[in-house]
């Protein structure tokens, strides 16, 4: 158990519509990290968040957006859903920088969104 | 940017070595890391190596890194059937008071009893 949780653990809906995903990261970590991963396209960087700020984007679609809230919790909005926006949705989250400590990443076990 | 690259599969029969490899490109790099993905779980941090070492060895593992050629390597020893899982190669660069890491694709270990 890594110590972050995802809700749900699985999805189902139909094109067209809005979900959102909900990550809570470890206790005391300050970066989020929300990663797509589907067959075809393997492990993609969607976007970090560092003490409520947005710190890094990836491959984030526009009809995809994030925050992350005071208590450090993390959402994952997805709308006009599309057949291939089904994949696995994975969170992360990892500690303070701090320099000279390798710094790992603590994963969620995913939210699987199948949109039919 | 920064790009990390592996190949998708590796088939290995149990007992031999699997040695999986990965390239990136960020000279920056501070940290490497290998992350294992088990069927229907997250990813989890398998070892890691600094970016001034050559070696790290952990007991089955080892961690080849040829910074000159950017490129990474994990031999596995005696591979089991459990080794069977999605190997990610990742690298962490440091950047603006905050890191940032950069997987690659994933390779997809498969070992044949």
């Known amino acids: 158990d890594s110590g972050v949780t995802q809700t749900p653990k699985h999805l189902i809906t139909a094109t067209g519509q809005r979900v959102t995903l909900r990550c809570s990261p470890r206790?005391?970590?300050?970066?989020v990290y929300w990663y797509q991963q589907s067959l075809d396209q393997g492990l993609q960087f969607l976007i970090q968040y560092y003490n409520g700020e947005e710190r890094a984007k990836g491959n984030i679609l526009e009809r995809f957006s994030a925050q992350q809230f005071p208590d450090l919790h993390s959402e994952l909005n997805l709308s006009s859903l599309e057949l291939g926006d089904s994949a696995l949705y994975f969170c992360?989250?990892?500690?303070?920088?701090?320099?000279?400590?390798?710094?790992?990443?603590?994963f969620g076990p995913g939210t699987r969104l199948t949109v039919t | 940017g920064e790009d990390v690259e592996q190949s998708l599969f590796l088939s290995v029969r149990e007992g031999d070595s699997s040695v999986i490899n990965c390239t990136y490109t960020d000279s920056s790099s501070t940290y490497l890391y290998w992350y294992k993905q088990e069927p229907g779980a997250g990813l989890q941090l398998l070892t890691y190596i600094f970016s001034n070492m050559d070696m790290k060895q952990d007991q089955r593992l080892t961690v080849l890194l040829n910074k000159k050629d950017k490129h990474l390597s994990l031999r596995i020893a005696d591979t089991q059937t459990g080794d069977s899982a999605i190997y990610f190669c990742?690298?962490?660069?440091?950047?603006?008071?905050?890191?940032?890491?950069?997987f690659g694709i994933g390779t997809k270990l498969q070992v044949i009893p």
């Open positions: 992360a989250s990892s500690p303070r920088l701090t320099s000279g400590v390798p710094y790992e990443q603590y």
């Open positions: 206790s005391g970590d300050l970066s």
């Open positions: 990742a690298e962490r660069g440091d950047s603006g008071g905050y890191q940032k890491v950069t």
